[in-house]
């Protein structure tokens, strides 16, 4: 098996000879990646912490961000970190060997599909909450989703474990396809959410309801449709970041292994890493209740960070 994935995987990486060429694509993508192992670490633990923190989300919206976030997390503690080391690895002209490389094919493979099972996951929900509305909560239960973030992360993992047996060649055509397939059945829940909304919109102004219990009604309602605008927002967001990746790989199965598809392929890579930094931003964008769990947070930080030292040794004196 190892030496099945050492032989399919090896082909589209750089050569010694095309070292020379790539090396400040390299370095750009070295550095790149160094910075963004940071924010995606950094970002997405307040992100989560902030989640949990957020007492008004459905709980079952907040299992599957925090499934999203957590993947985020690994990305940038296992896959960029490996990603970057591979990096180094041929700046210096030294063979990384195939273990490395498989791991971090692997972490790759494995976390990619959590995130992007997780964000299909998150706009099927989303698409449930809008068209099923007062039914939702009696439908999609806490133990449900649970049960499906479950096996996403192992249906993950056996997919990440497939690169051990699979030719590669073969294994990416499987995930081209799925996802493509995928894809096209997320926009269609889109367009189904988006016809959904402007009918129960032309509902409410055609009856015009006045009444409490119904304006109470309307403004669930209005949240509701604010976070499935954010949950949109990030499965754009995480569109524009993999659709390269893809676009580059088929390039080389067409034209061949040339020196410019693969530097392509390396920005193409790190802006596949980019999208966990950006999911923590679009969260705090464009959904409140997250927004202000981290301001509460900086804030907290900011007011520890800033008092007089003497306050807070008299406050541990108090304590003890």
Avoid at 25 to 36: D, R, Y
Avoid at 188 to 193: D, E, G, H, Q, S
Avoid at 264 to 290: E, G
Avoid at 294 to 300: A, D, F, N, R, S
Wanted: glycine letters at 2%.
């Amino acid at each position: 098996m190892n030496e099945l994935f050492c032989k399919d995987s090896l082909q589209y990486l750089p050569t010694y000879a095309e070292l020379a060429d790539l090396r400040s694509t390299f370095i750009a993508n070295c550095v790149l990646n160094i910075c963004l192992t940071y924010t995606s670490i950094i970002l997405n633990i307040v992100t989560i912490y902030a989640i949990r923190k957020t007492w008004t989300m459905a709980k079952t919206l907040k299992t599957l961000l925090l499934s999203l976030a957590c993947s985020d997390v690994a990305v940038g503690l296992f896959t960029q970190t490996l990603y970057s080391f591979l990096l180094v690895k041929w700046l210096q002209l030294d063979n990384p060997g195939c273990n490395t490389q498989q791991m971090w094919s692997i972490s790759s493979v494995l976390f990619s599909a959590v995130s992007f099972l997780g964000v299909v996951a998150v706009s099927v929900d989303r698409f449930l909450a809008v068209h099923l509305h007062l039914r939702y909560q009696e439908l999609v239960t806490h133990k449900r989703v649970v049960i499906v973030v479950i096996g996403i992360w192992v249906f993950s993992a056996f997919c990440s474990l497939m690169i051990l047996w699979v030719p590669f060649s073969n294994n990416y055509l499987i995930q081209l396809f799925s996802m493509s397939f995928i894809f096209i059945l997320t926009f269609l829940v889109y367009i189904r959410i988006y016809l959904t909304v402007r009918h129960h919109r032309n509902l409410i102004h055609s009856l015009q309801i006045r009444d409490e219990a119904r304006s109470d009604e309307m403004k669930n309602f209005a949240v509701l449709i604010k976070t499935t605008i954010g949950i949109f927002f990030v499965f754009i967001v995480f569109l524009i970041c993999y659709l390269p990746v893809f676009i580059c790989m088929a390039a080389i199965g067409i034209y061949g292994l040339k020196s410019a598809l693969k530097k392509l392929l390396l920005f193409s890579l790190t802006l596949v890493y980019l999208n966990s930094s950006l999911n923590p931003v679009i969260y705090c964008w464009k959904m409140r209740q997250i927004r202000h769990a981290v301001m509460g947070i900086l804030w907290k930080v900011y007011r520890r960070r800033n008092q007089p030292s003497h306050v807070i040794y008299n406050r541990r004196w108090s304590v003890v």
